[in-house]
C-alpha cells in the first residue's frame, strides 16, 4: 500500500522568510513517481513538479527547489523569500504507473499562509 | 485558453436528487479521471478511463457513476446524493505513460 505524509497541517509565515514543507512517502514498488502541487483558494490543483524515483537529483525553479532522498523516503519542498502569492495548500503526491494510467496517492496538505 | 473544463463551477442539489458533473478537454488526453475533495482533505480518486476503459476504485461508493461517451468529454453522476457527498469534485486529464496530470477548476457541490 502506499502512503503519504505531509506531518505539517499549517505553516504561517512572514514574507521574505523561507520555508520547508516536508513529504515521507511509503511504497513497495521500486518504480513511482513523486509530484508537488499547489491549491490556492480558486480550487485548481497546479502542478509544480515531477521526480520518478530513479532520478534523485535536486532541483531549483525560481524560488522553488525540492530535495528527493530515497535513503529517508522524503521529497521535501522549500520555498525560498516566500511571497503572499504563495499561499495555499500545497499536496505532495505519489503515483505508480499501472496500466498506462497514473494511480495517485495524495498527502493531506499543508496550508502555507503568508502573511505580508 | 482553458484545457480542462468543468461545468458548473458550483452546484446546488438536494438530497436524493440525481446530479450531473461534466468535464471537458481540449488536450485530447488519453487518460480522464474523477476525484472527490472535502474540506480540508486530500483529493480522493474515484475513478479513471483510459480510453473507453473504465478503472473503478475499489472504495468508491456505487451511488457514483461515470460516462465517457467520447474522448473530450467525461461525466460524473451521483445517483441519489447524501448530505456526506457535499464535496469538491475535480477532473484531471492526462496522456498516459509517465506525463502528468492536468486539472479542472473543479465543481463545489452542496447538497441541501
Known amino acids: 500500500a502506499q502512503k503519504v505524509t505531509q506531518a505539517q497541517t499549517e505553516i504561517s509565515v512572514v514574507e521574505k522568510e523561507d520555508v520547508t514543507l516536508d513529504c515521507v512517502y511509503e511504497?513497495?514498488?521500486?518504480?513511482?513517481?513523486l509530484f508537488w502541487y499547489k491549491q490556492p483558494p480558486s480550487g485548481e490543483l497546479v502542478f509544480l513538479i515531477r521526480?520518478?524515483?530513479?532520478?534523485?537529483q535536486n532541483e531549483i525553479s525560481g524560488r522553488y527547489s525540492w530535495n528527493f532522498q530515497k535513503s529517508t523516503s522524503s521529497f521535501n519542498f522549500t520555498i525560498t523569500a516566500s511571497q503572499v502569492v504563495d499561499s495555499a495548500v500545497y499536496f505532495c503526491?505519489?503515483?505508480?504507473?499501472?496500466?498506462?494510467?497514473?494511480?495517485?496517492?495524495f498527502g493531506r496538505g499543508t496550508s502555507l499562509i503568508v502573511h505580508p | 485558453d482553458a484545457m480542462v473544463i468543468q461545468n458548473p463551477r458550483y452546484q446546488v442539489t438536494q438530497f436524493g436528487k440525481p446530479v450531473t458533473l461534466s468535464c471537458s478537454q481540449t488536450?485530447?488526453?488519453?487518460?480522464m479521471y474523477w476525484y472527490q475533495q472535502k474540506s480540508s482533505q486530500a483529493p480522493k480518486l474515484l475513478f479513471h478511463?483510459?480510453?473507453?476503459?473504465?478503472?473503478n476504485e475499489a472504495d468508491t461508493p456505487d451511488n457514483f457513476q461515470s460516462r465517457r461517451p467520447n474522448t473530450s468529454f467525461c461525466f460524473l453522476d451521483i445517483r441519489s446524493p447524501g448530505l456526506g457527498d457535499a464535496a469538491m469534485y475535480l477532473c484531471?486529464?492526462?496522456?498516459?505513460?509517465?506525463?502528468?496530470?492536468?486539472f479542472g477548476p473543479g465543481t463545489r457541490l452542496t447538497v441541501l
Open positions: 484531471a486529464t492526462s496522456s498516459g505513460g509517465t506525463d502528468t496530470q492536468y
Open positions: 511504497t513497495r514498488d521500486t518504480t513511482y513517481y
Open positions: 521526480r520518478n524515483s530513479f532520478d534523485e
Open positions: 503526491a505519489l503515483a505508480k504507473l499501472l496500466g498506462g494510467s497514473y494511480i495517485p496517492t
Open positions: 488536450l485530447n488526453h488519453n487518460v
Open positions: 478511463y483510459y480510453d473507453k476503459d473504465f478503472n
